[in-house]
């Protein structure tokens, strides 16, 4: 079976400094991994997705991931934080396209001035 | 275009009724899934429509959850019974499907409140 640690429900980053969430997954095969944003009260957006092309992945508003299949991880950086970027993240792990994403349990990023 | 659309956006219930929840998909979507977000459970997966297979109900709560997609297209997402438990948001994706990996596309949510 798969599944997703996300660790650290709230992470708190000055703006300008470095963003760091953390995702760990489990999967007997290889795996799809994304990257979702959530603001309030709206929907899932995709940020990006890792399906066993390039290793390190880029996604939108300056986000990215790198898959290490070594550490079965997939953390999810930005070299600068906006006040913008405050939002809910939740990494999301498949086994097979086209079926259920199987979600960690998300990670507020909160970004203080 | 237009994305996913969810209809309420909001619904409030008294224990015990029934209600309706509906999921406009993107045109040309063949695959279709509902999710629930709640705060003890996190984010959840319900159930999957892919073209005109069996859908995969395999994260149905219970039996007092049921959903169908007419035509390829529309899909309602019933609660029969409804208990406070079943407070939540509950999310409808939809994505193309075939040769690759094609994400899912989410809709807005539908904010269920048991009361």
């Known amino acids: 079976a798969q599944s997703v640690t996300q660790l650290g429900s709230h992470v708190s980053v000055s703006e300008g400094a470095l963003v760091l969430l953390r995702c760990n997954y489990s999967?007997?095969?290889?795996?799809?991994l994304f990257w979702y944003v959530q603001y309030p009260n709206q929907g899932l957006q995709l940020l990006l997705k890792y399906t066993s092309a390039a290793t390190l992945v880029k996604g939108i508003n300056g986000f990215e991931a790198e898959f290490k299949k070594s550490e079965t991880s997939f953390h999810l950086t930005k070299p600068s934080a906006h006040m913008s970027d405050a939002a809910e993240y939740f990494c999301a792990v498949s086994v097979e396209a086209g079926t259920a994403l199987i979600f960690g349990k998300g990670t507020t990023l909160s970004v203080s001035s | 275009g237009a994305g996913v659309s969810q209809s309420p956006s909001n619904k409030v219930t008294e224990k015990g009724k029934d209600v309706e929840l509906r999921c406009d998909p993107i045109s040309g979507h063949t695959a279709l899934y509902w999710y629930r977000q709640s705060l003890g459970q996190g984010l959840e997966f319900l159930i999957y429509?892919?073209?005109?297979?069996?859908?995969?109900k395999s994260g149905l709560p219970s039996d007092r959850f049921s959903a169908e997609r007419t035509g390829g297209s529309v899909s309602t997402l019933t609660i029969q019974r409804t208990q406070q438990e079943d407070s939540a948001v509950y999310l409808c994706a939809s994505s193309l499907t075939g040769q690759g990996y094609y994400e899912q596309y989410f809709g807005p949510g539908t904010r269920l409140t048991v009361t």
């Open positions: 429509f892919q073209g005109n297979s069996a859908p995969d």
């Open positions: 999967s007997s095969v290889p795996p799809y």
